[in-house]
Every structure is written in C-alpha cells, then in structure tokens.
C-alpha cells in the first residue's frame, strides 16, 4: 500500500504518495483538475520525471499550467529528494523501469512522458522499452550530447547555462541537489553519461518533441535537432530567453508546447 506524506513542498492540492517497486522508493505528487469535473477536452495524464541531483520541485510551475487540461503526476526518483538511497548505481535503463513499474500500479493508460534532462533519458528508454506506456514523449533539455560526455563538461555547461536561470529557479535547484547529497549525485551522474539516448530515441515509436531553452548550454541545438531527427515521429522546439531549467523559467511557453504536443 502506498504511504500518504504531506508537508513536503508538494504544490497547492496535491496527493502525495511513496511507492516501493521493486524494492526501491518513489514519490508521487498528483494534481488534479481543479474543477468536480474534468475539462471536455481533457488530454491524458502527464508524467514529470526531473534530472539529475534534482527533484518534482522544479516542476511545480509547469505542473499548475499542465492541470488545466488534465491529471499531471511529478515523480520523485529513487535516492533524490530525501527518498531513501540505493545501495547501488541506478543505471537510466533501472530508472525507467521503477517508472513504468509505478504507471502500471497506478492504472495510467499511456500517459504523456515528460523528462528533464536526465529525466528526459528515463522517459526515452521507458518509451522504447515498453511502448504501451506513453502515447507522447517530451525532452526537456536532454542529456547527454555526443561532445558532452564527461563530468567536467557537463559541470562547466551547467553552470553557463545556471547565468540565464532567475534567482528562484536557482534556489529551488540549490535545495534539490543539497537533498541529493554528492555521493549519489556522482553516482548517477556515472549512469547519466553512460547511456546513448541518440540510440534509444529512434526506437520510440510514440511523437517526440525535443525542447530546449536557446541559452541552454547542457542541451545544444544540434544535439536537440539530431535527436528529433532520429525519432521516427520527432519534432524540435526552442523557448526564448530559456536557460536549462526551461520547464520552470518558462512554464507558460512549455505548457503551451506539451499540451499541443498531447493533443488527443
């Protein structure tokens, strides 16, 4: 049975609930329309998966768009933001899995994938893997550029790219990786890099949309473009003034994108 936890910086109404699958920890947060009923046109359920050293935090603006047109869920991954810690690496393929483990627990009936960064390889390898488990997929800032594949790279990409971020979707950032810790940080960072997201994504047969912020310097548009390219069903899209946290910065533009995108 799942465990009701409150108080956790959840947004406005939402249900909190921590799943073990397969003796892992996941957290979800669920908003809900906020009517009795369920707009005419309501899309299918939306899954936030968020990025390394991160947490369903950085969603909360995107999410309080997104519910206007439907259910949108924000998953907290195993080992981050206080949930109980691995014993070992979580390779993205692990991660993928404990998602998809928790989709079908919940009854979600191919829900729209959203993923930030490494979030966006874990919804990658989720739709490949098991495609009945998303009827659309979004990358948020994808990781990991062919030129970008070591810690130093990304760390000196990600602070460029921190310059373009306002000051409170940096505050929200600082507190998730302090939650995180650095020893498993750098733990998953080892997963991060080590798997081909270039790869995977021509095996997603759902639509793609690849979006970044145009200051994005963890997510280049090259890398975007080849991988809306290799999709079978793939589109690209660039936000204004956007550094990497895109989904936070500017939540409105990205709903707007997701929601056109997840058209029934």
């Known amino acids: 049975m799942p465990l009701t936890v409150r108080g ?9 609930h921590e799943h073990r699958i397969d003796g892992l920890v996941l957290r979800a947060r669920t908003l809900r329309h906020s009517t009795a009923a369920p707009p005419d046109d309501a899309r299918a359920d939306t899954v936030l998966v968020h990025g390394l050293g991160s947490s369903s935090a950085t969603f909360a603006p995107l999410a309080r768009h997104l519910m206007r047109a439907g259910t949108v869920h924000l998953l907290d ?20 899995s404990v998602v998809v483990g928790w989709i079908e627990r919940a009854g979600l009936e191919r829900p729209v994938l959203v993923g930030h960064s ?7 390898e989720m ?33 460029r790219s ?7 979707a940096r505050a929200v950032l600082m507190r998730a990786y302090a939650e995180c810790g ?13 798997h081909r997201v270039e790869e995977r994504v021509g095996d997603v047969r759902a639509p793609v949309l690849v979006v970044r912020g145009d200051h994005d310097r963890v997510a280049p548009a090259r890398w975007t473009a080849l991988l809306a390219d290799t999709a079978p069903h793939g589109r690209a899209a660039t936000v204004p003034g956007a550094g990497h946290a895109v989904m936070y910065d500017r939540a409105r533009e990205v709903a707007d994108l ?7």
């Not at 956790?8 to 909190?16: F, M, R, T, Y």
């Not at 080992?79 to 691995?86: H, W, Y």
């Open 127 to 159: 739709a490949a893997a098991a495609p009945e488990s998303a009827s659309g997929v979004v990358l948020l800032g994808p990781t990991t550029d062919l030129e970008g594949r070591s810690a130093a790279r990304q760390m000196l990409r990600l602070a």
């Open 77 to 96: 991954l195993p080992g981050f933001a206080r949930l109980p810690r691995p014993r070992h690496r979580l390779e993205v393929e692990e991660l993928a």
């Open 258 to 264: 997701v929601l056109e995108h997840a058209v029934p």
């Open 182 to 194: 650095p020893r498993w940080y750098l733990s998953e960072l080892r997963a991060m890099l080590g």
């Open 8 to 16: 956790l910086g959840a947004p406005d109404a939402a249900d909190v």
């Open 118 to 124: 490494m979030g966006a390889q874990v919804v990658t």
């Open 162 to 168: 921190t310059a373009h971020e306002s000051n409170a």
